[in-house]
């Protein structure tokens, strides 16, 4: 099984645990960290919009969590018919743990992925190096 495969499968389980009663919107996200570990999430939202968790968010959440602060590579996977990309707020929050180099996932429930850097998906970002 190759790693884009693994993610998909990962990102697809946590999809299926998502909290999306609102929006009827249930996203997971998989990624792998520079130590070679997987982690995943879901969207949870609340009642209250604003205060929902993206899945990208809840999956880097869970990698920091266990210790790991870089991201080689993460799948995002919402409901069909076709690929989504991460929002504006998640392309951020992923800038702060990944290089320009990282790659992002976009996949179909067929498994079938896009993919682009995460310079592409947020081309001129403010991160960390921004502050030094």
Do not use: H, W
């Not at 997971?28 to 205060?51: D, I, K, Q, S």
């Not at 809840?58 to 590579?73: F, K, T, W």
């Amino acid at each position: 099984m190759s790693s884009v495969e693994e993610l998909f499968d990962l990102a697809k389980a946590a999809r299926a645990q998502a909290y999306a009663p609102y929006s009827r919107f249930p996203v997971g996200a998989a990624l792998r960290a520079e130590n070679g570990a997987a982690f995943f999430g879901c969207n949870v939202e609340n009642a209250a919009y604003p205060l929902g968790l993206c899945a990208e968010a809840s999956a880097i959440a869970a990698m920091v969590a266990a210790g790991q602060l870089r991201i080689a590579e993460i799948l995002v996977l919402g409901p069909g018919p076709g690929k989504i990309t991460p929002c504006g707020a998640c392309r951020q929050r992923i800038a702060e743990f990944a290089s320009e180099r990282t790659l992002i996932y976009c996949a179909d429930d067929q498994g079938q992925t896009d993919s682009a850097l995460l310079s592409q998906l947020l081309p001129r970002s403010f991160g960390p190096a921004s502050l030094a």
